[in-house]
């Protein structure tokens, strides 16, 4: 039996499986294309061919790993970006493995590389002033100042990712008494996000100066095209070193777009707000991740410590304190 040619396999993963099938979002898409991109040219540079005579061949364990450790040491991505080029990569190899029997020993040894445990990094939360002093930059006279303040009120208020937050229409909205925003998440997830009063007021301020169709995008450049992540990051970056002259603590920070989903999180926790219902406002697909927001509250932790009566006695010290061999208080278990 012919195997099937590689440009062939591709295009059956992308359109048939993960569009037809799977039915994944856009976003999912553009990711793992991009994945792609950068992989058979990192390859095509090695082997001296151009992209386009690359086979299923070329395509080994040895070039994938290669290629992760290019995209960490000479690219600087993160452990999380390896990942996920990596994942882009192993879903097509698993794919290709369910359908050309002559190739699944080739595509085991590419699914066989594990992804990369990454420290978990501190999370960077922003208090009430600093976001105060953040939302106070944006010069609201303008249009693009108008629309960078409701943006990141929304980012704040919802603690929605930038994306979701960016594909928002009026059709989202309920502007009217319960005010609420419907947000489309990660796997196409929907979920309701409260909106408080001060956010209604803004958002109804801004599409009555810049009225949008139902299905038109809220925020846009200014050229009218739907505003991009990037677009966002940059106007923000300027945003906090101006408000860092004045609140120093930012400039410490590395603030981004998702900096806002941090500091709702942490809101949310030190207002008592039960972790299953964050987990259900910020969309997260594990409760593990939610939990990281309350290990990360340091303030109710210190102000749960001042409710702590110090006078009482402690008692016996715990039996792993008690015995001087750490070997004897395992077998103790």
Same mark, same amino acid.
């Given at each position: 039996?012919? $195997?099937?040619?590689?440009?062939?396999?591709?295009? *059956?993963? /992308?359109?048939?499986?993960?569009?037809?099938?799977?039915?994944?979002?856009?976003?999912?898409?553009?990711?793992?294309?991009?994945?792609?991109? +950068?992989?058979?040219?990192?390859?095509?540079?090695?082997?001296?061919?151009?992209?386009?005579?690359?086979?299923?061949?070329?395509?080994?364990?040895?070039?994938?790993?290669?290629? +992760?450790?290019?995209?960490?040491?000479?690219?600087?991505?993160?452990?999380?970006?390896?990942?996920?080029? +990596?994942?882009?990569?192993?879903?097509? /190899?698993?794919?290709?493995?369910?359908?050309?029997?002559?190739?699944?020993?080739?595509?085991?040894?590419?699914?066989?590389?594990?992804?990369?445990?990454? $420290?978990?990094?501190?999370?960077?939360?922003?208090?009430?002033?600093?976001?105060?002093?953040?939302?106070?930059?944006?010069?609201?006279?303008?249009?693009?100042?108008?629309?960078?303040?409701?943006?990141?009120?929304?980012?704040?208020?919802?603690?929605?990712?930038?994306?979701?937050?960016?594909?928002?229409? =009026?059709?989202?909205?309920?502007?009217?008494? =319960?005010?609420?925003?419907?947000?489309?998440?990660?796997?196409?997830?929907?979920?309701?996000? $409260? #909106?408080?009063?001060?956010?209604?007021?803004?958002?109804?301020?801004?599409?009555?100066?810049? =009225?949008?169709?139902?299905?038109?995008?809220?925020?846009?450049?200014?050229?009218?095209? $739907?505003?991009?992540?990037?677009?966002?990051? /940059?106007?923000?970056?300027?945003?906090?070193?101006?408000?860092?002259?004045?609140?120093?603590?930012? *400039?410490?920070?590395?603030?981004?777009?998702?900096?806002?989903?941090?500091?709702?999180?942490?809101?949310?926790?030190?207002?008592?707000?039960?972790?299953?219902?964050?987990?259900?406002?910020?969309?997260? *697909?594990?409760?593990?991740?939610?939990?990281?927001?309350?290990?990360?509250?340091?303030?109710?932790?210190?102000?749960?410590? *001042?409710?702590?009566?110090?006078?009482?006695? #402690?008692?016996?010290?715990?039996?792993?304190?008690?015995?001087?061999?750490?070997?004897?208080?395992?077998?103790?278990?």
């Amino acid at each position: 039996m012919k $195997p099937t040619p590689f440009p062939q396999l591709l295009h *059956a993963f /992308f359109h048939d499986w993960l569009v037809q099938q799977r039915n994944v979002s856009h976003h999912t898409v553009l990711s793992y294309r991009d994945s792609w991109r +950068l992989f058979l040219r990192f390859v095509a540079a090695r082997k001296t061919k151009s992209v386009a005579a690359l086979g299923l061949t070329d395509l080994t364990a040895v070039e994938v790993l290669a290629f +992760l450790q290019h995209t960490e040491q000479e690219r600087k991505a993160s452990i999380g970006t390896r990942n996920c080029r +990596l994942a882009a990569l192993r879903s097509f /190899f698993k794919f290709v493995a369910d359908r050309e029997p002559l190739a699944l020993a080739h595509c085991a040894e590419v699914l066989r590389i594990p992804t990369k445990q990454a $420290p978990e990094a501190e999370i960077c939360s922003l208090n009430e002033d600093e976001i105060t002093s953040i939302l106070a930059q944006p010069d609201r006279t303008s249009i693009e100042g108008r629309r960078d303040h409701v943006l990141l009120a929304v980012l704040y208020n919802t603690g929605a990712r930038i994306q979701e937050a960016l594909n928002l229409s =009026p059709g989202n909205l309920r502007l009217k008494s =319960p005010f609420h925003v419907r947000l489309f998440g990660k796997g196409r997830k929907e979920r309701m996000s $409260p #909106l408080w009063p001060e956010t209604v007021a803004l958002l109804k301020e801004f599409l009555k100066r810049q =009225p949008r169709a139902e299905d038109e995008r809220i925020f846009v450049n200014r050229y009218g095209s $739907p505003l991009g992540a990037a677009g966002v990051r /940059f106007k923000l970056k300027q945003y906090v070193a101006a408000a860092a002259r004045k609140v120093p603590s930012l *400039a410490a920070k590395k603030i981004s777009p998702h900096t806002f989903r941090h500091a709702t999180a942490v809101g949310l926790v030190s207002a008592g707000v039960d972790v299953t219902v964050i987990r259900s406002w910020l969309g997260h *697909a594990s409760l593990d991740t939610t939990n990281r927001y309350a290990r990360a509250d340091l303030e109710t932790k210190r102000k749960a410590l *001042a409710k702590v009566d110090g006078s009482a006695k #402690l008692g016996k010290p715990p039996r792993w304190k008690r015995d001087a061999e750490i070997m004897a208080w395992l077998n103790s278990l």
